[in-house]
């Protein structure tokens, strides 16, 4: 699941649908998407079978159309702000791609047709794209759709520039992979901060305090796993955290020391293996 590129053309829905779900803090698989949705290899995924898929989860697709490319963007940068990924007709309506945040000029966009799904294009790019021209009349449309949900987003990801550069890095290819994995194993770890929580600390704070206890304590106790190892999965989390605002409250700080000690012995196990100890 998470971050990559579709195996097939005619995936590009389901796929671009998943990535806006991802932004609001719920993940599906594509390919429960495409049943949902009605996905076939002769027809692909329309508009209605996306907003179905959507449905499902319950989520609105609320249809926006423009004329010219400064409208478009208009809208579109008008709907990011509230907080409300796009799926995007593109490519004459032959593809369809997800924009997730606007900022400085500049548009997030995860397309899965590319190898490296998460770009960053400017209102130029995107209105090329974007740009819709009918063969039969000289009418030119921009058509996409803001997924909105029905209901108090448990946690939603602030995907920054920065973010997305970092993500788009070839060595952070496997945290791109497994965003899903990380996600729900730190939300049994953390929780999304709110206006009323109290007595809270940052996963980085967290880190900053007990990381190098976490870290020497299962190393040592394990024997293969490295200190780099496992510093770099701590910190695969912390970035996930940071992208959804997630926390540690106050009298969950013990727990969170025994659910991240449990997860990297989990993890060296996995990898390495283990005798029996008794």
């Known amino acids: 699941m998470s971050f990559y590129p579709q195996p097939n053309k005619y995936q590009c829905g389901p796929f671009a649908l998943k990535y806006a779900l991802i932004m609001l803090g719920i993940f599906e698989h594509e390919k429960v998407i495409a049943k949902k949705a009605g996905s076939s290899w002769w ?10 898929a959507a449905k499902s989860y319950d989520c609105r697709m609320k249809y926006f159309r ?44 995860i397309d899965s047709s ?8 400017s209102a130029n790019q995107i209105i090329k794209r974007w740009k819709f021209k009918d063969p039969d009349n000289d009418f030119n449309s921009f058509d996409g759709y803001a997924v909105i949900p029905n209901f108090k987003i448990r946690a939603k990801a602030k995907f920054t520039l920065a973010e997305a550069r970092h993500v788009m890095q070839k060595t952070n290819s496997n945290l791109a992979k497994n965003w899903d994995k990380y996600f729900n194993d730190l939300i049994s770890v953390c929780r999304p901060l709110t206006a009323t929580a109290l007595h809270t600390i940052t996963f980085n704070e967290f880190l900053r305090r007990h990381e190098k206890l976490l870290i020497e304590q ?11 190892e496992l510093k770099m999965i701590l910190k695969k989390m912390n970035f996930v955290a940071e992208v959804y605002n997630l926390v540690i409250y106050g009298d969950q700080q013990k727990k969170a020391l025994i659910d991240l000690a449990s ?16």
Not at 43 to 52: H, R, V, Y
Not at 114 to 121: A, E, H, R, S
Not at 218 to 228: E, F, M
Not at 264 to 269: I, N, P, R
Request: with cysteine.
């Open 114 to 121: 590319l190898d490296k799904v998460i770009v960053i294009y």
């Open 43 to 52: 027809k692909g995924t329309d508009e209605i079978g996306l907003a179905k």
């Open 263 to 278: 997860l990297l012995m989990m993890y060296s196990c996995g990898k390495y293996g283990m005798k029996k100890l008794y």
């Open 218 to 228: 299962v190393a040592n106790w394990h024997g293969s796993p490295t200190y780099s």
């Open 66 to 109: 423009r004329e010219t490319g400064t409208d478009g963007i208009k809208i579109l940068t008008r709907l990011l702000r509230k907080g409300y990924p796009c799926v995007l007709s593109v490519d004459n309506w032959g593809h369809w791609f997800t924009v997730v945040n606007w900022q400085q000029g500049k548009f997030v966009v």
